[in-house]
């Protein structure tokens, strides 16, 4: 709950008018440390190779067409119209925009940026004298102007120099300016507003490091925001106090508060580190929001990435779900430790993490076509179907496993839009005064940077996560340093002291010794005149299945790279509602047995080959036939009464050492993210040796 007691040091301080009385001491103006890495102006990295056709379909399937046919977004009251009301939230259409705006630049797509432009300047047309942005039916419904600043800053950051550019900073500092005067008056942050408020803090930020840039005036504005943000701070939920409470839950919740409510936690991983900008301690704020995710994890954490809230925090059993707005927002979250951590280390852990989640909670709570989603994914299910009254999850409804439209609730039609965007604009950060480009995250991707190392054209060419080759094509005038993280699996084995030989390095076309620098590799790229760019950096790998034994509920899971694996069930889908254009609501069930384990002695294991195929125009396809990646598993069977249904969903894991019902069977596993349904979290069973087959 907010924190009221807390809230007092700033209410009656002078919010908007900062400058001191003559006479008055002198108060130093408040201050915003850089990030250690910084944010690449967004437009500046664009999607290539699979992830240019998965945003492509992205672009093409729901996040241009909400705006035709869904009322939230279609008839927005953001614009005047009757929909986006619900909740008395007005957020379905400043989450959309969260997602399209970054989306419509990153893809450079004509009819997405009119479409992103008329919305936008259709709020800001409808400003109020005061600065009010969108309805106004509750003083203190400040949340769905969240999303929307968030998508008014990225809007700001891709335009060029100029009017446009200038009235969105404009309107985003008088809302701000509005928004003092309404706390100073006596509303108070409460609800999502309050839980959410970092997400808000960022996006001041944001507008205040655009202040500065033109330096003729902005002094006494940006003095103004910050003091908001202080506010802001402290009227909001003190998210460091319940990360690190033996309050905190260990196990899926009962009584739920808006504390243990999923997206509130996922947005609340970035407290710490949006927070250490302005309170100095990069340090300790990385420490916070680094507290909050590995908690999350160790008591929430499931094998796609992800910790598990089917609404509220719900414990490791593998069919317990998450929310795919979870996923989205946890996501940013990351990415932002990343960008603040006072370490290479802590920048890669938080990477690590981001990247477990970007190729296997996300893609695994959409359809391949980009036109539904679950309210809800599970590492095991083995059904998602509409109206199931008995189901496993508590809290949600029972349409929330189906793969629809807006299943149960309407927030993730509207806010998964963020995700791939987002993951895009965070692939590459800078240290300009390192002269160095952070590789972040491996993805196909592009990028410009005409102001640094004299120009900078790089193209990243690879494949991964379904190749082992990365190549950087680069152009650059003069040197500079490339730091490139290695994904956790390469790291184990490119560890201090240990054989190299899964990684290999070339310099322009010269072999090196692959060494780490705290998680990364690193080489200062000699400049190239030339017109026509060079390879100058390869980097190869190998990949092979490896299974990781999970906590006790979880038995052991099987990943290849950065990829889980899931049992392939063999999905049949069946259409339960039409929307407009493709939009439509769906019943997924298998068709095959799944109820198989891995064997306890994980050495024994046998996998086939791995069988990689390029991803196509639709990357994730759920088909054994179509998908990136498929390799035979030799799988112990289970009996059904040792391993029943409860709730619709397969029940708690067979304990270890659990006998096989029969001779191993070879089945096969598909990635997590081209599966609707899958088994991911094995049980760990009993075989008789002399019954294994080895593929290898
Ligand atoms: C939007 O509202 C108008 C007028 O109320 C209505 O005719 C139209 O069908 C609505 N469109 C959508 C997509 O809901
Ligand atoms: C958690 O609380 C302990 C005890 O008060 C404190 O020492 C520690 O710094 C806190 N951790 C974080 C990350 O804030
Ligand atoms: C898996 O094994 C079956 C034979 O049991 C074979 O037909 C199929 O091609 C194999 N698939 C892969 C991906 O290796």
């Not at 491996?442 to 990365?470: C, K």
């Amino acid at each position: 709950m907010p924190s009221a007691a807390r809230a007092v040091l700033l209410v009656a301080a002078p919010v908007v008018a900062a400058s001191p009385l003559p006479g008055q001491a002198h108060v130093p103006p408040r201050t915003l440390q850089p990030a250690r890495w910084h944010r690449l102006r967004l437009g500046t990295v664009r999607p290539e190779g699979w992830l240019l056709s998965q945003v492509q379909l992205q672009a093409a399937a729901l996040t241009s067409h909400l705006p035709l046919f869904w009322p939230n977004v279609a008839n927005t009251s953001w614009l005047g119209g009757p929909a986006d009301n619900d909740g008395g939230l007005h957020e379905s259409t400043p989450y959309w925009l969260n997602g399209a705006t970054p989306l419509a630049f990153q893809l450079g797509d004509p009819a997405l940026l009119a479409l992103v432009r008329q919305y936008i300047d259709g709020v800001l047309v409808r400003q109020t004298s005061e600065g009010w942005l969108g309805p106004d039916s509750d003083h203190g419904d400040f949340w769905s102007r969240y999303p929307f600043l968030l998508a008014l800053a990225q809007y700001h950051e891709a335009l060029p120099h100029g009017a446009e550019r200038q009235r969105a900073l404009d309107a985003a500092v008088r809302f701000l300016g509005t928004m003092a005067r309404r706390l100073q008056g006596g509303v108070k942050l409460r609800s999502w507003s309050a839980s959410r408020s970092h997400d808000l803090i960022w996006a001041i930020h944001y507008f205040v490091d655009a202040l500065a840039v033109p330096a003729a005036g902005g002094g006494e504005d940006r003095n103004s925001l910050l003091a908001l943000a202080e506010l802001i701070h402290e009227q909001g939920f003190d998210w460091g106090a319940w990360f690190n409470s033996s309050a905190f839950p260990r196990a899926a919740v009962e009584d739920t508060t808006d504390f243990t409510h999923g997206v509130n936690n996922a947005q609340a991983i970035k407290h710490g580190a949006v927070w250490a900008r302005q309170g100095g301690d990069a340090a300790g704020g990385t420490a916070k929001s680094w507290l909050a995710w590995e908690v999350l994890m160790r008591y929430h954490g499931q094998p796609n990435g992800i910790f598990s809230a089917d609404e509220h925090l719900a414990g490791q059993m593998p069919s317990r779900g998450t929310e795919l707005c979870v996923v989205v927002e946890a996501m940013w979250s990351l990415a932002l430790v990343a960008q603040v951590a006072p370490t290479n280390s802590q920048a890669t852990r938080a990477l690590d993490a981001l990247e477990n989640v970007a190729f296997n909670a996300l893609p695994g709570s959409l359809s391949d076509d980009l036109w539904s989603h679950p309210y809800l994914q599970f590492a095991n299910s083995v059904q998602a179907v509409h109206d199931e009254v008995d189901h496993v999850w508590t809290h949600d409804g029972p349409d929330s496993a189906m793969y629809g439209l807006a299943p149960n609730y309407e927030c993730c039609t509207a806010n998964f839009h963020q995700g791939y965007p987002k993951l895009i604009s965070h692939l590459f950060f800078m240290m300009p005064t390192e002269k160095a480009l952070v590789s972040a995250v491996w993805a196909p991707s592009t990028v410009s940077l005409p102001d640094f190392a004299g120009g900078l054209e790089l193209d990243l060419r690879t494949r991964y996560p379904f190749g082992m080759i990365a190549e950087y094509l680069i152009k650059n005038a003069e040197d500079f340093k490339l730091r490139v993280r290695l994904p956790s699996f390469l790291r184990e084995v490119a560890g201090p002291g240990v054989g190299l030989d899964t990684v290999r390095v070339w310099l322009e076309d010269h072999e090196q010794i692959v060494e780490l620098y705290d998680g990364f590799l690193e080489y200062t790229i000699p400049p190239w005149p030339e017109a026509k760019p060079r390879v100058a950096l390869r980097i190869e790998w190998a990949a092979a299945p490896k299974v990781r034994q999970g906590p006790r509920e979880q038995g052991a899971s099987v990943f290849v790279g950065p990829l889980l694996l899931g049992l392939d069930l063999g999905e049949q889908a069946c259409k339960v509602q039409q929307y407009s254009f493709a939009a439509a609501d769906w019943d997924t069930t298998a068709t095959a047995p799944w109820r198989y384990g891995l064997r306890l002695d994980a050495a024994g294991q046998g996998f086939g080959p791995l069988a990689w195929r390029e991803p196509g125009p639709r990357p994730h396809r759920h088909r054994a036939d179509a998908c990136p990646l498929a390799v035979n598993a030799t799988l112990l069977r289970v009996l059904e009464q040792v391993w029943p249904m409860v709730h619709g969903a397969p029940g708690p894991l067979p304990t270890p050492g659990t006998a096989a019902a029969g001779p191993p069977e070879t089945r096969l596993l598909l990635p997590y993210a081209c599966s609707t349904i899958r088994i991911a979290a094995f049980p760990l069973l009993n075989g008789q040796p002399q019954n294994v087959i080895q593929l290898v």
